[in-house]
């Protein structure tokens, strides 16, 4: 089994997982419909499992900011998380430059639970087994803008007043 950790290994709450043969950290991404993979990891997988293919065509999606994400396809791969196994179907993106994405389909269909607060989650099918999130103190995660473009806060604070 090889890893490998992707560019972008800090965004949100992440967790290892072996996909195929590989053992890697991939992101929970409840905001993404779909599970998606990028080309580079696909290619790699494909170098340690020559049984894996693509399945499907080509066809565009669109991503929640509005950008076009073109999909090859469709990979079936067996997913190893603690212990626990699926079949999984990810997407496969030409130009995805991130860890792999479990998104909705795949924590709607294993109910995984996530527990924000406690930093962890588990699969309700096992429960005394939690899954901590990755930390990385020392990196910005890649969700987190560095520099403001512009003079506005991106979040501000609503406090009542006083009076």
């Given amino acids: 089994m090889s890893e490998d950790r ?20 991939a992101m929970l991404d409840s905001g993404s419909v779909r599970s998606l993979i990028y080309l580079e990891l ?8 020559t049984n894996i293919s693509l399945m499907g065509r080509d066809c565009t999606c669109v991503t929640a900011s509005g950008q076009s994400l073109e999909i090859m396809g469709q990979v079936k791969v067996l997913l190893k998380i603690q212990g626990l ?18 998104g909705a389909d795949f924590i709607a269909k294993t109910k995984l639970v996530l527990e924000l607060g406690s930093g962890r989650c588990y699969f309700p099918s096992a429960p005394s087994v939690y899954i901590n999130f990755i930390k990385d103190e020392d990196h910005p995660s890649c969700s987190q803008t560095n520099s403001v473009s512009s003079s506005l806060p991106h979040v501000q604070i609503w406090q009542p007043s006083s009076g």
């Fill in 42 to 49: 696909f290619q790699k997988m494909r170098r340690a499992d």
């Fill in 85 to 102: 196994s699926w079949s999984w179907g990810f997407l496969l993106s030409k130009i995805l430059r991130s860890q792999p994405m479990f």
């Fill in 6 to 25: 992707g560019s972008c290994d800090h965004f949100g709450h992440s967790i290892r997982a072996q996909i195929g043969k590989l053992c890697l950290t």
